[in-house]
């Protein structure tokens, strides 16, 4: 009922002339004029504006060619639309998309006349173009998809701040207001947005925002809503019923995404082969086929080749996996990293207190490989022994033959060098991904393992206040029995505050310059302790209990994360070596022997021209003309597959990241450095050593044949 007239609410005015924000300073209750909020309050007076260039552009083309979709299409795009929080309308969202389309098939078709773009390069470019135009008509839809991920890890500690608060006090504003300022993200910002809305009368009450808020999350997560349901239900309840509905709502978060984490995973296995089979198998079919297809086709430029390894086959991998990770399940969240006052700044690193630029040391280190490919281009280019004299000037090849380098030579000197132009992306890009992630992989780090000991801090200080001990003598009578480093340090901290700087629990605590608190950058840590502060204000059996149910609620979350992740081991273990091992070897021993086959048939061909086609042979003239060189540089196909190696690395390293973490930046850029660097590094050995064991079987089967 709460939603339906919620529904029926005027909504409030937030056109440029009439919206203002009123004074809320002289409540308390409703005094959400923090600096977050304001900063909240001034993108809503302006959220008439388009911010993003897609928002811009959808904008624009709206007014140049105006076309709506159909009712069914625009009623499910609209949704997408309010629920991602982005600027557009459907008929912008269409409006884009058709124009989109027009310009790139237009460009496309003049390259085509032009003979600029080749025939076989425009099938490619017609594959991106339609991918293109995909992605845009469905980025609201990924917005959505996004916004679902973020705000999905982040109900677990909405609710969890929500109950920790209401044990202390059955305040629903007050709830809601805790929780938006201790948790970080798009969902702190719609908590505001739904106070902003309760002030100005868009909603009653507090309690009809929130079920409200909750009817969002029916579809996707049901059990948040009834969650919600429950913590209001406490509202009406006393004693201990009110705290066993509490408690009941934290259960049901937690059981409901163990049990669909399990689900998920269930449901992993038949998307995952299919990943494999598209991600491996049918590339390395195709890379085994190649040399035998060009004895009918004569010729495949390397256009072909790049386009289809490494912007075809990525783009299908990519299109599979998001649709896979679409229908991923909410998990808990991961630390947050924003009070760290170590923290740099998003792609960037601290070197010595300066904040770096990640891709500039990545860049500086992909440099020397670069010019060493555009130097040495000629020995990568040459295909057969035909190509050499285009290659190269006379000059050039005389001293090349002083040297006793045959064509042979040539062309593998050739490939031996693109190894080391491929080397160098791998590491280039690695460096990056590791330089963005490192720090911060250290920091959460940390922060977990903070929080990890401040549930055993918590339940024996629980114990003790119990017993009728005041808390300062229960911290000394703690303190020897906890043996995490920062546990203690905390503990120590709060003592010595107290005991030789004369301060209270609350301010040895949270004093701006001395306070414990500052030396714990975890936003559950300081929200957590300022519950317990406000509890033990209230005596000591109050402040017992909230401490040991609190420390409950943190081990039922460390529990549930432990268990999902012991069910997602099984396939990102398999994922991982996929990832690290079995991709990078088997396109590294596919690449040198697709390389000995088209040296084959170069060799072939070469022999065979100088056959006489009559008497016997007559008849076979057919047959050996089909044996002209392969068009194909083993160096270029090499380069095409190395980078295709690396971006089935990128692609595979996010399904993983995806699959347990969601949409986390820093875990992702993590696994993508470790992966890429492990990966190179055993592509290029395997490469190299595969080539050492071919090559002289081949220079003795050509001498054998040859008599030379």
């Not at 500039?360 to 990568?380: D, E, R, S, T, V």
């Not at 401040?454 to 001990?469: A, H, K, N, P, S």
């Not at 996929?578 to 690449?591: D, G, K, Y």
Request: with cysteine.
């Amino acid at each position: 009922m709460g939603s339906k007239e919620a529904k029926d609410s005027p909504k409030p005015d937030l056109s440029k002339e009439r919206f203002q924000i009123p004074d809320l300073s002289g409540d308390p209750e409703l005094d959400v004029r923090s600096r977050e909020y304001d900063i909240f309050t001034d993108e809503e007076k302006q959220s008439f504006v388009p911010k993003t260039p897609y928002e811009k552009a959808a904008r624009f083309c709206e007014r140049l060619v105006p076309i709506d979709p159909d009712k069914k299409v625009k009623q499910k795009m609209e949704e997408a639309i309010e629920f991602a929080h982005i600027n557009v309308t459907p008929r912008g969202v269409v409006s884009i998309t058709i124009v989109t389309a027009i310009i790139l098939l237009i460009a496309g078709a003049a390259m085509v006349i032009a003979n600029v773009l080749p025939l076989e390069a425009a099938v490619v470019y017609l594959c991106v173009t339609a991918g293109l135009v995909y992605y845009i008509y469905t980025y609201p839809y990924r917005l959505k998809k996004i916004y679902e991920l973020r705000v999905g890890s982040e109900i677990v500690m909405m609710v969890l701040h929500m109950v920790i608060y209401m044990r202390n006090y059955p305040n629903l504003e007050g709830a809601v207001k805790f929780s938006a300022s201790n948790i970080t993200g798009p969902l702190a910002i719609d908590l505001k947005k739904m106070m902003w809305d309760v002030h100005v009368g868009t909603y009653d009450s507090m309690e009809q925002g929130l079920l409200a808020f909750s009817q969002k999350w029916k579809t996707q997560f049901r059990p948040f809503s009834d969650s919600i349901n429950a913590i209001i239900y406490s509202l009406y309840s006393s004693g201990n019923r009110r705290l066993e509905l509490l408690d009941e709502s934290v259960d049901i978060i937690l059981e409901s995404i163990s049990e669909r984490s399990n689900t998920y995973v269930s449901q992993l296995k038949s998307p995952i082969t299919m990943v494999n089979a598209l991600g491996i198998l049918l590339p390395i079919l195709v890379l085994t086929m190649l040399p035998i297809i060009t004895i009918f086709l004569k010729e495949i430029p390397p256009s072909v080749i790049f386009g289809g390894y490494d912007i075809l086959l990525p783009m299908l991998l990519i299109f599979i996996i998001k649709n896979i990770l679409d229908q991923r399940v909410v998990t808990l969240p991961e630390p947050d990293l924003s009070l760290h006052p170590k923290i740099p700044p998003n792609e960037k690193f601290s070197f010595y207190g300066i904040n770096i630029y990640s891709a500039l040391p990545a860049f500086l280190l992909l440099l020397p490989f670069l010019y060493f490919a555009f130097m040495n281009w000629n020995y990568i280019s040459v295909s057969s022994p035909d190509s050499i004299t285009a290659a190269f000037t006379p000059q050039e090849r005389m001293i090349l033959t002083s040297q006793g380098m045959g064509s042979w030579e040539i062309i593998q000197q050739g490939l031996m060098m693109s190894y080391v132009v491929t080397f160098g992306i791998f590491i280039s890009i690695s460096v990056y991904f590791l330089l963005n992630s490192f720090q911060r992989i250290k920091f959460r780090k940390e922060i977990l393992e903070m929080e990890d000991e401040f549930r055993e801090v918590l339940f024996g200080l629980g114990q003790e206040i119990d017993r009728g001990i005041p808390i300062e003598v229960a911290l000394s009578k703690i303190a020897p029995t906890l043996r995490g480093q920062y546990s203690n340090k905390l503990i120590e901290k709060i003592l010595d505050n107290i005991n030789y700087k004369g301060m209270t629990f609350e301010r040895a605590i949270f004093d701006e310059n001395e306070g414990a608190i500052r030396y714990f950058p975890s936003k559950l840590i300081h929200s957590v302790m300022k519950a317990v502060t406000d509890a033990s204000k209230k005596g000591t059996k109050i402040s017992s209990e909230v401490m040991i149910s609190i420390s409950k609620y943190l081990s039922d979350i460390h529990r549930t994360q432990e268990v999902i992740m012991d069910k997602f081991s099984e396939i990102l273990a398999g994922m991982k070596m996929q990832a690290q091992i079995l991709l990078p070897l088997i396109c590294a021993i596919m690449t040198v022997i697709t390389y000995m086959i088209i040296q084959m048939m170069n060799f072939l061909s070469g022999t065979l021209k100088g056959l006489q086609t009559t008497g016997a042979l007559t008849g076979y003239t057919g047959l050996l003309a089909m044996f002209g060189d392969v068009q194909i540089s083993p160096a270029m196909f090499q380069l095409a597959v190395g980078i295709y190696s690396i971006e089935t690395i990128i692609i595979l390293s996010w399904f993983m990241n995806g699959i347990v973490r969601g949409t986390d930046k820093v875990s992702l850029h993590d696994s993508i450095g470790k992966n890429l660097l492990v990966g190179g590094i055993l592509y290029i050995v395997v490469s190299i050593i595969s080539l050492m064991i071919f090559s002289p079987f081949f220079q003795v089967l050509k001498t054998s044949m040859t008599g030379i």
